[in-house]
């Protein structure tokens, strides 16, 4: 199953490479607006590929990527948004129930792949190793996954939303997909209209960023 | 709060520098054996820089840092991981159990830098936006940071180690830190002893890596 092991020295990462991994983490974003434009589907699945390089608590491999293409499972996706996000508006009042309603979300619109990643609860692989006192560890493992499909997107010009405003369960059902499966993630995945260095929610003054040393005690 | 915008054009990446994110990703591991060798203090603050530098739901940055340094500290987690993790032999048997304890799970014994890394639940940024229905993603979003510190780190010739075997409400005391603040990861990090392209868990025997598209289905 495994690939032959690769026997080179292990990399050094010189200057050009570090100042641009240092551009790739300022340039990624939440992208929502995206051209129509397909996402070669060879492409895709060479960034899965290097999203499964994430590590997994006992090595589980938790993750599980459903590519959402029919258009009927796409359309009970988009209404199950609308609902949850109807809910959440009226959770706000005045000035910020008004910001929130001017916010776009997500991209289903235009976004040409949909990609929803589940965590597999029944999954096999892994021998329970590292998850007895904190099981949670593998829904973290699936969002490393997430997180690693992301930057290695952007590196290759493509971006990617994740919509959080759903009902877990009914996304789901939807997708016919075990019930041991737990949504982790629901990403949209496409070539953006356009790049930001800044935030969404801090450019649309939603949230702002503060310094990470906000953040950093000691003890 | 927030330094000037950056107006630079968004880069593009060249194919010197993908080829160098996929060795970084292909030779990121989870380091247990540590140098005792320092790690500079400002390059364990410009990682935490990038690491928030990671997606938070609703722009929330719910993630905090904790940098274990007191001795009588470090030995209540080492502590805490030993009762965890003679619980978790104990649930194992035969050759399993005995492949168990033979795994290395843990750097503390040398690890120049422990990290407590925590989600704040009761965090003031973000206005709730995208948390309603699934709150889970402020702890996701804490995940990401430590995927994202996890990389910058190896990147740097710093390896990091995530240990899961603890108990989290524990660990919190022992850290004396708010009763709002779950533990998402407890990290050691420092300078490894050596490098490998394979992970720990499959070098040792104990789980292979298996090919992604197992893991992918359409709909």
Redesign the interface.
């Known amino acids: 199953?495994?690939a032959p092991?690769?026997k080179?020295?292990?990399?050094?990462?010189d200057a050009?490479?570090?100042a641009?991994?240092?551009?790739?983490?300022?340039?990624?974003r939440?992208v929502r607006r995206f051209l129509s434009d397909a996402v070669p589907s060879d492409l895709l699945?060479e960034l899965?590929?290097?999203?499964?390089?994430?590590?997994s608590?006992?090595?589980?491999?938790p993750?599980?990527?459903?590519?959402?293409?029919?258009p009927e499972?796409r359309a009970a996706i988009r209404e199950n948004f609308e609902a949850?996000n109807a809910?959440?508006l009226a959770?706000?009042e005045g000035e910020?129930a008004k910001l929130?309603a001017t916010?776009k979300?997500n991209g289903f619109d235009q976004a040409p792949v949909q990609l929803a990643v589940f965590l597999?609860t029944g999954g096999e692989?892994?021998?329970?190793?590292?998850?007895?006192?904190?099981p949670?560890?593998l829904?973290?493992s699936v969002?490393?996954a997430?997180?690693?499909f992301?930057?290695?997107a952007r590196?290759?010009?493509i971006g990617v939303g994740?919509v959080?405003?759903?009902?877990?369960d009914k996304v789901r059902e939807s997708?016919?997909?075990s019930e041991d499966w737990q949504?982790?993630?629901y990403l949209c995945v496409g070539y953006p209209q356009e790049?930001h260095?800044?935030?969404e929610?801090?450019r649309h003054g939603?949230?702002?960023?503060?310094?990470?040393?906000r953040?950093?005690?000691?003890?």
């Open positions: 199953m495994n092991l690769d080179s020295p292990a990399p050094d990462f050009a490479f570090l641009g991994l240092e551009d790739l983490l300022r340039w990624r939440d699945d899965l590929t290097l999203a499964a390089l994430a590590p608590v006992g090595n589980s491999q993750w599980r990527f459903v590519k959402v293409n029919a499972r949850c809910d959440a959770d706000y910020r929130y916010l979300l597999d692989l892994g021998h329970g190793a590292g998850t007895k006192t904190m949670e560890t829904a973290y969002v490393g997430i997180q690693t992301w930057l290695a590196s290759r010009g994740w959080s405003i759903l009902d877990a997708l016919d997909v949504l982790i993630g790049e260095i800044d935030p929610l801090d939603w949230q702002e960023r503060v310094d990470v040393g953040f950093i005690v000691e003890r």
